[in-house]
């Protein structure tokens, strides 16, 4: 009886780990660019270089923090404000046309795809 408790919780401990290993996680803002097939079929970078652009690839400042819902934030509509070699102050109603005084702070074009290269270095499939 012990042995047999003992395998079932190793079998256990690698199907959960296998399993942590194969999923993918993606930011919910992605459904709006991507279908589900098309995640699944992503590599596991990619995925991870989508949910830094949604999380990380912007700065918001101390003055506005409380303001931004960053949940809600869109960022990919945002994008093609970036500029190359430097980051952008930008107002998150610009997309709509607006002026919300609440703003963030667009890493540059450059900063982006160095850690969009780091991030595909480290999940990359050998």
């Known amino acids: 009886m012990k042995l047999k408790s003992i395998i079932t919780i190793i079998v256990l401990l690698f ?11 993606i930011d919910k803002r992605a459904y709006k660019y991507y279908t ?3 995640i699944n079929d ?3 970078y990619k995925v991870m270089q989508i949910n830094y652009d949604f999380n990380d690839s912007y700065i918001i400042p101390k003055e506005t923090k409380r303001k931004v819902n960053t ?3 869109d960022v990919f ?4 404000y970036r500029k190359k070699n430097e980051d952008y102050k ?3 109603g610009t997309i ?6 609440i703003y963030v702070i667009l890493k540059s074009q450059v900063e982006v795809a160095k850690m969009h290269e780091e991030i595909k270095n480290k999940y990359k499939q050998n």
């Open 90 to 92: 930008i107002d998150i």
């Open 15 to 25: 199907t959960v780990n296998v399993f942590s290993q194969n999923s993918k996680i």
């Open 96 to 101: 709509d046309e607006k002026n919300t005084g």
């Open 77 to 80: 509509k945002l994008t093609v």
């Open 36 to 38: 589900q097939k098309e």
């Open 71 to 73: 949940k809600k934030l």
């Open 42 to 44: 992503m590599p596991l």
